[in-house]
């Protein structure tokens, strides 16, 4: 008898505990539901059907640890308890397992070959290189341009689409307009990889524009029905963008509880940056180039006071990033392109498996091909390189008086990323002594 009455009062236990874990996670889930801001696309209902099946198991394994002796009142938990209990338990996303990564940079540190670590993962990878361009394009002379506030809306309501394999926010900028969903205007799409492939490849003609080639085909205008069909069928899916500029504007996108995004941050030193961007885009940078060659430089001046914003837009992402706020917990990133020039393998497993995604064999094999050439491919983009002397080139290519100018307006921003000043010349230019501190971010 008492074996019985044993077992009825463990199960009536595993029914009322159950019964509470459901009313938590009902909680949860509405919580999550007004989350959306007003900015966002109005979203479908969501099923939650399956999650309160994975609740039911998980409270079966919670009765166990009750009953070997943890001591865990999961009744007495606060509401923010019971919602990082659920976040440990990985229950409140319903996305099938899906990885939804953002590699967020800005212009020259490195984010096209950080961006093809994903893209050359696989079949199950579904890549798109710098989509926002196209928005960014447009609106340039639009008056929503000077509002950062709406621009910020938009680029994350475009990601959010993209997301979900719905490109009809993105083909609402690509100019001209897609006939019938068919582009040949799509920036860049033979850097990706899925978007090259034969069930998104239509029929070219011989004569056709080599701007509509892919890397690995000939390929006709994008059809951007097929591409959203090529995104449905990949388990994960990778965004590089240079375009968002403070990392708080995404959180309505990582709130999501479709989506499971994790944001990869991308720096590099901004002496580094500023010599790039004098190589790559010489037209824009003329100022610059004046500057370094008569050794004044109007710390006044507009060119001056955009590199001071840009790095502070830079360092104020990072703080919001390594502060670990709620809505960014494990979804957050910080990444030195300079670690990844010296330890590609090392750097890129970490990369992987803060996603969750498995680190491929195809993706090892591209690093090995693409970080230790010993001639330089042609072309701003590039991402073939001899990758441990990418890292230090810059040093030889900026005067000690511009890499002054940026160490006194980029001061702050250089000291978080733990980036070593330089006193004089010759310190710069001696690549012996490492500019770079050791440092974990994560």
Known sequence: MKTKYAIVFICIVALVIIEKESNILSRVSDKLIQRQTPQQTPQPPLDYSNATQIGSLTMFKMLLSKLTGAKVNYSSLSEEQEEDELDDLGTYRFNGGQRHILLMATTRTGS?????????????????????????????????????????????????????????????FISPPPQDHITPALFRRESSLSLCEESVCSPVAKDVFERYHCKTRRCGPLNLTLASESCLSKQHHAIKTVRVRQLDTLQPLVEDPRLDVRVIQLVRDPRAILASRMVAFSSKYQ??????????????????????????????????????????????????????????????????????????????????????????????????????????????????????????????????FGYRFVDDEKTLINKSISLLEDKLFN
């Open 112 to 172: 096209s070959f950080v961006g093809e670590l994903f893209n050359q993962h696989g079949e199950q990878m579904f890549y798109l290189f710098e989509p926002l361009w196209h928005v960014e394009r447009m609106l340039t002379t639009a008056s929503e341009a000077n509002n950062g506030t709406v621009l910020a809306g938009i680029y994350r309501d475009v990601l959010q689409g993209l997301f979900l394999c719905d490109f009809s926010p993105l083909e609402k």
């Open 287 to 416: 100022t610059w180039k004046a500057w370094a060659q008569d050794g004044q430089v109007p710390e006044d001046d507009e060119e001056v006071k955009r590199l001071k914003g840009n790095c502070d837009q830079i360092r104020m992402s990072a703080e919001v990033g390594l502060s670990q706020p709620r809505w960014l917990r494990r979804r957050y990133m910080l990444v030195r392109y300079e670690d990844i020039a010296r330890y590609p393998m090392q750097k890129a497993e970490e990369m992987y498996r803060f996603t969750g995604i498995p680190f491929s064999s195809q993706a090892r094999e591209w690093i090995l091909r693409n970080t230790q050439t010993t001639r330089e491919a042609s072309g701003i983009y590039s991402t073939q390189k001899n990758s441990s002397e990418q890292a230090e080139k810059w040093r030889f290519n900026i005067p000690f008086t511009l890499a002054q100018v940026v160490q006194r307006v980029c001061g702050p921003t250089m000291k978080i």
